[in-house]
């Protein structure tokens, strides 16, 4: 062991690794995913978002509507509502009027939430704001 008398210190780094450091073996991290790359990730990822972000959401104040206007909706309905968002965000569409049989609803395309909701009796008598695009179904 080499080291300074006068001082009891190491004279260099190599010395202080080499004595404390000698019987510690050094570890290798293995990557065991290796085989799966960026793009099988990515893709992944992709697919678990599209699968929770594919339902539509109602607001507390379209189903408040929704119950007081007694709308109720069939699946087809639903199903319907959800194509037509899905074409309004195709178009780019942010803030939407949707038609569906004899029902009418605002929906914020972006984040796939029904806003409000009326019977077409009632929609034809109001003016919508704020929409930039809307979808007949």
Do not use: C, W
């Amino acid at each position: 062991m080499a080291y300074n008398k006068i001082a009891n210190q190491f004279t260099s780094i190599e010395q202080v690794s080499g004595q404390y450091l000698k019987n510690t073996p050094v570890k290798q991290s293995e990557n065991k995913n290796s085989e799966v790359g960026f793009e099988e990730i990515l893709k992944r990822k992709q697919e678990a978002s599209e699968t929770k972000t594919s339902s539509l959401k109602f607001s507390k104040h379209a189903t408040i509507r929704m119950s007081s206007r007694n709308i109720e909706m069939t699946e087809n309905q639903i199903e319907r509502l959800e194509n037509a968002v899905q074409k309004a965000s195709g178009k780019g569409i942010n803030e939407s009027l949707i038609l569906v049989d004899s029902l009418a609803f605002i929906v914020n395309v972006k984040n796939k939430t029904v806003v409000t909701a009326m019977n077409r009796d009632e929609a034809d008598s109001s003016v919508f704001t704020n929409i930039d695009g809307a979808v007949i179904m």
